[in-house]
């Protein structure tokens, strides 16, 4: 089993009942471990398990005692032994590059998880095996492609052949994969029977597109602040007017930010700002909810127990469904995707905006004293490009459509897709923010402005002028904005305590 004195940092206990979005992002990335399974949890998993076997032995079980899919028909002998490892065998045909690291001990933890919740009736040693892997540093080699949201079958029937023995793993150095274990043919169907995968890809990209987010405030407050932007979009009284969640936490965590009141006075300049800036609630709170619609849809599948067939202890009964249909998590997916990505435009909106003389009040593009100066031209084609890029990834990959196994799946909710298109929108979206960051920061300089001292803001410029290059003469920018890409991380921490202030407050 695990030791759980080995290496310092947290330890997650899980019980299939209580894991968190945040809990399997730490899991991946090694920055928690697993502890020892909860007792009684794992009992439960246990008879679970042998609940199973003996509804097999004495009946017809789907997966156990007959074939899959089209082959449902078909029994499968009490005495082929090799149905199980045949059934993990002819699934393991994943294709594709193999996935990174953490998406795989994504699925791991979540697999692990989701076995605890008691309804698999799988054999508990396989929970023992996943957990060892994580604790220790292993990972199976799974493929990319061999999902289409209705199970991720081909990178589970890997993982069940690496625990087999017939497979191989990814050992980070000093690890050792799990001993091989004994699968039968009642272990293959209730392992790969789940979207642990897309599940643990999808709680990888919520968690780094809320700190995105998060980070995309500070970066706005800057912005505001070069072009002498007004705070009164973002007033308490407007937010009450029209009360969304999202949008009330938006304004009120720019305004604790800059250290702005819930009644902000008035600007002295221009009426009202653009879009990119007076909007920027009504766009950024659509995505704050998204993002708590999603986590709350993958809280409940994580712990869910949605083999099929669902091995009931209390009924002692094998209950044949449809629960591993993941349209909740597909669907949830994409309606996140798009809300995000609505706030990467008004980024590149508030980029345009830092170009021109008529709003910063200085050269454009933010070009220094050289005749016609480019400075930050390029930032706006750059953005552009990552922008277009996430466009395309938020497309809703619950549009497709496929009919499967001889007609009797004759439908498919591409959650495994979505998920995957999320991973790749926060590539985008950290792109388009560093853009943006770079340019307020020149423009703040070159305006000789900062941020009242004494708030989160004035903490986020100034780690931002550390880091930044100040020279202003046209030059390459490309390791400027990796450098504000790299920072964005520590802004989202900013902003995340200026909340945590805000509430004290109240």
Request: glycine share 8%; net charge negative.
């Amino acid at each position: 089993m695990l030791d759980n004195g080995r290496r310092a940092g947290r330890r997650i206990t899980l019980d299939g009942t209580a894991l968190h979005t945040a809990d399997i992002a730490a899991l991946a990335e090694r920055t928690a471990h697993p502890a020892e399974p909860d007792p009684k949890a794992f009992a439960r998993a246990e008879e679970s398990w042998e609940t199973a076997r003996r509804l097999a032995a004495t009946g017809r079980v789907y997966g156990r005692s007959t074939g899959v899919g089209a082959n449902r028909t078909e029994d499968v002998g009490a005495a082929d032994a090799e149905h199980g490892l045949r059934l993990l065998r002819s699934h393991a045909g994943a294709i594709g590059d193999p996935l990174p690291a953490r998406e795989v001990r994504a699925m791991l933890a979540v697999r692990a998880n989701q076995l605890l919740a008691g309804g698999a009736g799988l054999n508990p040693a396989v929970i023992t095996s996943l957990l060892t892997a994580l604790d220790a540093g292993a990972h199976p080699v799974v493929n990319e492609h061999g999902a289409v949201g209705t199970g991720d079958l081909a990178a589970l029937a890997q993982t069940g052949l690496a625990l087999a023995g017939e497979h191989p793993w990814h050992c980070a150095p000093g690890a050792r994969a799990p001993a091989p274990i004994a699968l039968d043919n009642n272990d293959a169907l209730a392992l790969i029977s789940s979207n642990a995968l897309t599940l643990g890809q999808s709680a990888l990209a919520l968690d780094e597109l809320r700190r995105l987010l998060a980070a995309s405030l500070p970066v706005a407050a800057l912005s505001l602040l070069a072009v002498g932007g007004s705070y009164e979009p973002f007033a308490e009284p407007v937010m009450r007017a029209r009360p969304h969640p999202g949008s009330a936490a938006a304004a009120a965590r720019l305004r604790a930010l800059s250290g702005v009141p819930p009644r902000p006075a008035p600007p002295l300049g221009r009426i009202q700002d653009p879009y990119g800036f007076r909007c920027l609630p009504q766009i950024h709170g659509p995505a704050l909810d998204a993002a708590d619609t999603l986590d709350a849809v993958l809280t409940i599948e994580v712990n869910a127990a949605a083999e099929n067939p669902l091995i009931s202890i209390e009924d002692q009964a094998a209950y044949h469904h449809g629960n591993f249909y993941a349209a909740h998590t597909g669907l949830a997916l994409d309606t996140f995707r798009l809300a995000v990505l609505q706030t990467a435009r008004l980024s590149t909106a508030r980029l345009a905006a830092l170009s021109e003389p008529d709003f910063t009040r200085l050269r454009p593009f933010l070009g220094d004293a050289a005749p016609a100066s480019s400075g930050v031209m390029i930032l706006e084609y750059a953005a552009g490009a990552a922008l277009g890029e996430m466009r395309e990834v938020s497309n809703p990959a619950s549009l497709g459509h496929a009919v499967l196994s001889r007609g009797v799946e004759e439908q498919a909710s591409f959650a495994s897709l979505g998920a995957r298109q999320t991973l790749r929108a926060c590539t985008y979206y950290r792109q388009i923010l560093a853009c943006e960051l770079v340019a307020a920061v020149r423009a703040l300089r070159m305006r000789s402005l900062e941020p009242e001292p004494g708030f989160p803001l004035a903490t986020a410029f100034r780690r931002a002028a550390e880091v930044l290059d100040p020279r202003m003469a046209d030059r390459p920018l490309t390791d400027d904005v990796a450098v504000a890409a790299g920072l964005l991380d520590e802004l989202a921490e900013l902003a995340e305590l200026a909340e945590l202030a805000e509430r004290g407050e109240r």
